[in-house]
């Protein structure tokens, strides 16, 4: 079974640019989250998809990142303008369903983030 | 807010050694608690813990939750240089939304 995709692996861009991550989740798998994690630190969950609907954006900066998931399947994430502070591991995860004491989160590689 | 602390923050042992890693919580709406491993790429599932007292058994790794107390430890014997990674607890609260400590880093000298 395929994991969970993302690409790119590594991105360097200057502050102020924009970017975006692509994630493609597990086949089947109902639920995508995007977390950053920051070095040294856990993930931190910034959206969560059920579907194309979203379930919690609480710890999103709406001000500068956005989300998608037109079509219920792969996911973009996209930070614009990016500032330093921005540097990170952005992870992506799936899960089969909303929730359940079966529905455990399957991790992508994560894409590393360097804002100069 | 939800909280959680892992300790230690390091550790450092010798292969064959037994490591006991803390995890404590405060998640409104407590669900579940996971344990993941992360080296140098994705985390990767180890635990998933939902009732108080049962512990959980993968090989060298076992796990327990205790619901009263808020806490869970991740036991890991007869290490391995292998076991070195940094290790992290999840307890998912409302929507099943995880949040992680800031994890364990354990290494392990041969």
């Known amino acids: 079974e395929a994991g969970v995709a993302q690409s790119p692996r590594y991105k360097i861009i200057e502050k102020r640019q924009s970017v975006a991550f692509w994630c493609n989740p597990i086949?089947?798998?109902?639920?995508l989250y995007w977390y950053q994690q920051i070095l040294g630190q856990g993930p931190k969950l910034l959206i969560q998809?059920?579907?194309?609907?979203?379930?919690?954006d609480s710890q999103l900066p709406k001000d500068r990142f956005s989300a998608e998931r037109l079509k219920g399947v792969d996911s973009t994430l996209k930070i614009q303008p990016a500032k330093l502070e921005d540097s990170a591991v952005y992870l992506c995860?799936?899960?089969f369903g909303a929730g359940g004491t079966t529905d455990t989160q399957y991790f992508g590689p994560g894409t590393r983030l360097t804002v100069l | 807010e939800d909280k959680v602390v892992q300790s230690p923050l390091s550790l450092v042992v010798h292969e064959g050694d037994t490591v006991t890693l803390n995890c404590s919580y405060e998640?409104?709406?407590?669900?579940?608690l996971l344990w993941y491993k992360q080296e140098k790429k994705a985390p990767t599932f180890l635990f998933m813990l939902?009732?108080?007292?049962i512990e959980k058994k993968s090989g060298r790794l076992s796990s327990i939750l205790d619901k009263k107390e808020l806490f869970s430890i991740l036991n890991i014997t007869a290490t391995q240089t292998g076991d070195s990674a940094v290790y992290l607890c999840?307890?998912?609260?409302?929507?099943?939304?995880?949040?992680f400590g800031k994890g364990t880093l354990l290494t392990v000298n041969p």
């Open positions: 086949s089947g798998h109902a639920t």
């Open positions: 999840a307890p998912g609260g409302s929507n099943y939304k995880l949040t």
């Open positions: 995860a799936s899960s």
């Open positions: 939902t009732s108080s007292g």
């Open positions: 998809f059920q579907n194309n609907g979203v379930v919690d």
């Open positions: 998640v409104t709406n407590f669900r579940s």
